[in-house]
């Protein structure tokens, strides 16, 4: 597994959002695929921000309660973002995302976003792993 880079299972830029878009329409975006957070990405896939479910729940409380639905990703976003390379292989991810308690790792290569790998990709990696080493008895 040490060898398998986290580019042969990262998810494309599709997952990634872009600023603009309602609270509404991300959290129908993080259900459609399945993840609790994802990227933003401005003008020329430069990363510009995070946002998970967490990111947007109070802010859609609040939305909810004042009949207000104004706010746009942007407004909640996280800006300081931790990224890697796909080039970093599956296990140095999983440490990393274990440690950084990180659920959705964006991809970055020269400075733009390629894809994101999620926690829950990772450990399909590894356990299809696991089960390419068992021996068949």
Do not use: F, W
């Amino acid at each position: 597994m040490d060898t398998k880079l986290a580019r042969s299972i990262m998810r494309n830029t599709d997952v990634a959002l872009r600023p603009g878009i309602a609270l509404d329409r991300v959290s129908d975006h993080l259900s459609k695929h399945h993840l609790p957070g994802a990227p933003v990405m401005g003008e020329a896939n430069k990363l510009i921000g995070y946002v998970s479910e967490y990111d947007c729940l109070q802010q859609l409380m609040q939305s909810s309660y004042y009949c207000d639905n104004a706010a746009l990703v942007e407004d909640v976003m996280s800006t300081k973002v931790i990224c890697e390379s796909p080039d970093i292989s599956i296990m140095d991810l999983a440490s990393r995302m274990n440690a950084d308690r990180i659920n959705v790792m964006p991809m970055v290569e020269s400075g733009k976003l390629v894809g994101a790998v999620s926690r829950g990709d990772v450990m399909r990696a590894l356990v299809k792993d696991m089960e390419e080493c068992k021996v068949p008895v």
